[in-house]
T-cell receptor
C-alpha cells in the first residue's frame, strides 16, 4: 500500500518568512495529493490539492509543487502570519481507487512574532 | 450548504463495551470514509463507503465495522472496546470516486475508553 513520509515534524519560522513542508510517497499510481490544516481542537481543513497532471498550483500565499519522477510534493507558505500556526498534513491517494487517503504524520508549524 | 456532521462529539466508554458513531455527509456526497486520529499514529484510514457498499478497509481489526444507509449517512461501530481505541474518529465525505476526490472532514467524535 501507499506510504507517505512528511518532514519536518516541527517547523518554527519568523512571521513574514516562508515555510516549506515536504512529503514523499511510495505508490507511483497515486495521482491526488491534498494538504490539510488542522488547528488545535478543530477538524482538518483542505487548503490546497494537486493532481498528477500538473506540476504546481498556487492559491494566494499557498502553493504546492509536485515532482512525479521523484515522488515528492511540497507545500510552500509565503509571508507567514500568526493564523498560519497549525498542524499541516499531506496525503496521497489514487483517485480512481477506494483506499482512502494515506496521510503523513503532520508538521507542527509555529509562527514566531 | 451544511458541512459534515458527526455525532456525538464526545463519548466516554468502559473497556469491553461497544460504541456506535454517526456521520452525515455533505448533501449530494455519496462517499464517506472514516479515519482514526491519535497522537502516536496520526491519521489512519479505517474504511470507505460508496452507495451503501464498503469499498475498502484499512488495517484495523474486525472489531471495527461500519455501514452506509441509502441517504449516504454512515455509522461506524467498535465492539469490545480497548483502552487503545481512545482516539478522535473523523469522517470525511466526498462526491465520489474518480476526479472528484476532495474530502471534507467533520468535527470528529472524541472517544475515551476507561
Amino acid at each position: 500500500g501507499e506510504n507517505v513520509e512528511q518532514h519536518p515534524s516541527t517547523l518554527s519560522v519568523q512571521e513574514g518568512d516562508s515555510a516549506v513542508i515536504k512529503c514523499t510517497y511510495s505508490d507511483s499510481a497515486s495521482n491526488y495529493f491534498p494538504w490539510y490544516k488542522q488547528e488545535l481542537g478543530k477538524r482538518p481543513q483542505l487548503i490546497i490539492d494537486i493532481r498528477s497532471n500538473v506540476g504546481e498550483k498556487k492559491d494566494q500565499r499557498i502553493a504546492v509543487t509536485l515532482n512525479k519522477t521523484a515522488k515528492h510534493f511540497s507545500l510552500h507558505i509565503t509571508e507567514t502570519q500568526p493564523e498560519d500556526s497549525a498542524v499541516y498534513f499531506c496525503a496521497a491517494k489514487w483517485g480512481g481507487g477506494a483506499d482512502g487517503l494515506t496521510f503523513g504524520k503532520g508538521t507542527h508549524l509555529i509562527i514566531q512574532p | 450548504k451544511a458541512g459534515v456532521t458527526q455525532t456525538p462529539r464526545y463519548l466516554i466508554k468502559t473497556r469491553g463495551q461497544q460504541v456506535t458513531l454517526s456521520c452525515s455527509p455533505i448533501s449530494g456526497h455519496r462517499s464517506v470514509s472514516w479515519y482514526q486520529q491519535t497522537p502516536g499514529q496520526g491519521l489512519q484510514f479505517l474504511f470507505e463507503y460508496f452507495s451503501e457498499t464498503q469499498r475498502n478497509k484499512g488495517n484495523f481489526p474486525g472489531r471495527f465495522s461500519g455501514r452506509q444507509f441509502s441517504n449516504s449517512r454512515s455509522e461506524m461501530n467498535v465492539s469490545t472496546l480497548e483502552l487503545g481505541d481512545s482516539a478522535l474518529y473523523l469522517c470525511a465525505s466526498s462526491a465520489g470516486q474518480g476526479i472528484n476526490t476532495e474530502a471534507f472532514f467533520g468535527q470528529g467524535t472524541r472517544l475515551t475508553v476507561v
